[in-house]
C-alpha cells in the first residue's frame, strides 16, 4: 500500500514537473540565442555599403531623445544597425536602459529595446518575462519555486522507489513497470 501511494505521488509530480520543465526548456532554449535573433532580425535592414557616419546618428538620437543620457554605442558589426543604450527620463525615470537600433543608411529609428513602445524585440521581451515569473510578478516567481519543489519531490520519490535498480532504469536496460492480473502498474524490484 504504502508503495503504491509512493508511486501515485511520483507519477502526479512527474507529470506536473514535466510540463513545467517542457515550458522552461522552450522558452530557455529560444533565450539562448535572442542575440542570433537580433542580428537576423536587423540585418534585414542593413544592406551594407556606405554607412552614416557615427557622429550623424549621435545626433539623430540627441534630437529624438533631447534628455536621455547616452551611456555607449555599438557599431553595425554583426548586428546589421548601430545600437545605442541609453538613460532616458521617459522610460523607468531614467533608472533603467533602453537600447534603440538606427539604420546604417539613413539613421531613421528601426527599433527600441525597452521603453513604452518595445518595437525591436517584443516577442523576446515577452518570452524572458514568461520564462522568469509566467508574466505573474512575484507571484510567479513564487509558482516556479513551487514548482522546483514539486520536481525535487518527484526526483526523491523516483529514488526511493527505484533506488535498487536504478542504474537500470537510468539507462533503459530493464523494464521499470509490469502488469500484473489486476491491470494495475507495479515497479519492478529485483
Not at 533608472?95 to 518595437?119: W, Y
Not at 516577442?123 to 518575462?129: E, N
Request: hydrophobic share 45%; charged share 20%; net charge positive.
Amino acid at each position: 500500500m504504502k508503495r503504491n501511494f509512493i508511486f501515485y505521488i511520483h507519477s502526479i509530480t512527474g507529470l506536473v514537473s514535466g510540463i513545467f520543465i517542457l515550458l522552461m526548456s522552450l522558452s530557455g532554449a529560444v533565450l539562448v540565442f535572442h542575440e542570433d535573433v537580433d542580428s537576423a532580425r536587423l540585418s534585414f535592414f542593413d544592406p551594407g555599403g556606405y554607412r552614416i557616419p557615427v557622429d550623424s546618428i549621435y545626433r539623430v538620437i540627441q534630437k529624438t531623445y533631447p534628455q536621455a543620457q547616452i551611456s555607449n554605442c555599438e557599431l553595425p558589426g554583426n548586428k546589421g544597425a548601430f545600437s545605442f543604450f541609453i538613460y532616458d527620463p521617459s522610460y523607468k525615470n531614467g533608472e533603467k536602459v533602453m537600447e534603440v537600433f538606427l539604420h546604417t543608411q539613413t539613421g531613421a529609428i528601426i527599433g527600441k529595446r525597452g521603453g513604452s513602445d518595445d518595437t525591436q524585440n517584443n516577442f523576446m521581451s515577452w518570452l524572458s518575462k514568461f520564462h522568469n515569473s509566467f508574466h505573474l510578478g512575484k507571484t510567479g516567481e513564487w509558482l516556479l519555486g513551487l514548482f522546483a519543489l514539486v520536481f525535487l519531490l518527484c526526483i526523491i520519490t523516483g529514488l526511493i522507489l527505484f533506488r535498487k535498480n536504478l542504474p537500470a532504469v537510468l539507462l533503459f536496460r530493464k523494464a521499470a513497470y509490469k502488469r500484473d492480473n489486476r491491470d494495475r502498474r507495479v515497479c519492478i524490484v529485483v
